[in-house]
């Protein structure tokens, strides 16, 4: 399974971004993915999850109300819709795949390369 994480950039505070990441694999819908981030000097954490089916989703505290995590097993890509972005945002984003279908913040086996995200005025 690869993962290829991209839409990362620069942009000024208040604005938004779609990250998309592509899985390779005929299974991808058996599975949920998921979004992480870390920034400079801390620790990767958990930003999103989605189950396999996309009826579920769950969201960290810090990105609630502001991002939106989607995907379409047709075409094998989950989405991470970034509204209202804040400078504390600034990270590199990684997408994941779990090791089941349901919502999850841990058990994550498949990780893609990363993508920049930067905050700034």
């Known amino acids: 399974v690869q993962l290829q994480a991209s839409g990362g950039g620069l942009v000024q505070p208040g604005g938004s971004l779609r990250l998309s990441c592509a899985a390779s694999?005929?299974?991808?819908?058996?599975?949920?993915m998921g979004w992480f981030r870390q920034a400079p000097g801390k620790e990767r954490e958990f930003v999103a999850a989605?189950?396999?089916?996309?009826?579920?989703?769950y969201y960290a505290d810090s990105v609630k109300g502001r991002f939106t995590i989607s995907r379409d097993n047709a075409k094998k890509t989950v989405y991470l819709q970034m509204n209202s972005l804040k400078p504390e945002d600034t990270a590199v984003y990684y997408c994941?795949?779990?090791?089941?279908?349901?919502?999850?913040?841990?058990?994550?086996?498949?990780w893609g390369q990363g993508t920049l995200v930067t905050v700034s005025s």
């Open positions: 994941a795949r779990s090791r089941g279908a349901v919502v999850t913040t841990g058990g994550y086996d498949y």
């Open positions: 694999g005929r299974t991808f819908s058996l599975y949920a």
């Open positions: 989605i189950s396999g089916s996309g009826m579920g989703t």
